[in-house]
């Protein structure tokens, strides 16, 4: 991911394609005339400067009046909420606040496009959310395109328009957040968006006269209509498949249950989790740890031998070998 930000940059060659930024081809532009500016994972704020003149030093090296300099780093900081920083230095300040005045630094250029190199890895949880949030404001007011690299898809989600998901350099799937989420391409999508992940279990694809029906030596489910009769479907007859269903759609309430008499079966509480305003079930099914998400109300315990519910209308399907998507 740092490789294609810093080719993006100017500052590494590609070895093919070509690089556009909108209808503009800048695949032979310099670093500098690419009017790119790049955020780091480490800040890289010059210790021995205060806050202002850290993010005046590329309007010097520009060439800018001190008037001119005065005005858009006063601006800068007041917009990353630093006005009142600009004579202390970086160790005077909070991690979440360095990484504010790296942020004034580039924005004060006003860049055609703004890198950031997982720029939050290295706050704890709770600047980590303040700064996912400062930042999306700042991307709304700037309307300046944001390309921003990390490994947490909480990041990912919350604060992209379009994601890139990358496996082993290579792209699976560009969407957006909602898209993503709902309709992965593939098992290694289905499985990084979302938290806790989607379950994946292997089933028997039966075809019968009346529905489709997922089977292992655990449950037999049948898939509604409007799932069941897909062609594609058909094809995986008599086949294995690769069956998904996210914690949220796995319910142990009796009003789901009773209404869904084709998609439930027994488990085995193996360990709850009170979140506050959900509850975790941990449970296997034909020895593959599962996870539900339910209501913190619930009265499963741990232990107890209860009955769950799938939202067969939730259910994804992957094929087994390439694990592409069969269906959503």
């Not at 630093?82 to 990484?99: D, F, H, M, T, V």
């Not at 008599?238 to 269903?245: H, L, W």
């Not at 959900?278 to 209501?295: G, H, I, Q």
Request: some cysteine; hydrophobic content about 40%; glycine content about 6%.
């Amino acid at each position: 991911k740092t490789t294609l930000l810093r080719i993006l940059a100017g500052l590494e060659t590609e070895t093919g394609g070509r690089i556009r930024f909108g209808t503009s081809d800048v695949t032979q532009l310099t670093a500098a005339e690419r009017r790119v500016r790049f955020v780091f994972q480490n800040y890289a704020l010059f210790p021995h400067m205060k806050i202002f003149d850290n993010v005046a030093y590329g309007l010097r090296i520009r060439g800018d009046s001190a008037s001119v300099i005065k005005d858009k780093v006063r601006e800068a900081l007041a917009m990353v909420g630093l006005a009142k920083a600009e004579e202390r230095y970086p160790n005077q300040l909070s991690g979440g606040e360095q990484q504010r005045v790296a942020l004034a630094r580039v924005l004060v250029l006003r860049p055609k496009l703004l890198l950031m190199d997982e720029p939050l890895s290295n706050l704890d949880a709770k600047l980590r959310v303040q700064m996912r949030t400062e930042i999306g404001k700042l991307h709304k007011k700037l309307q300046t395109t944001f390309i921003y690299v990390t490994h947490d898809q909480t990041e990912a989600m919350t604060m992209g328009t379009r994601i890139v998901v990358m496996k082993d350099g290579i792209v699976q799937q560009v969407d957006t957040p909602s898209n993503l989420y709902m309709y992965p391409c593939n098992v290694f999508v289905a499985g990084f968006i979302g938290s806790p992940q989607m379950n994946f279990i292997d089933v028997t694809v039966d075809v019968k006269e009346d529905g489709t029906y997922l089977t292992n030596n655990h449950f037999k489910i049948k898939l509604p209509d409007g799932k069941g009769k897909k062609e594609e479907l058909r094809a995986y007859n008599g086949k294995q498949v690769v069956m998904g269903i996210r914690p949220e759609d796995i319910y142990d309430d009796e009003a789901y249950i009773s209404a869904a008499p084709d998609c439930n079966f027994d488990v085995k509480i193996d360990l709850t989790e009170m979140m506050g305003a959900e509850t975790y079930l941990y449970f296997k099914v034909e020895d593959v740890n599962f996870t539900a998400r339910v209501n913190p109300r619930t009265t499963s315990k741990l232990g107890q031998t209860i009955k769950i519910a799938l939202d067969a209308n939730k259910i994804h399907l992957f094929d087994k070998d390439t694990e592409n998507c069969i269906m959503h």
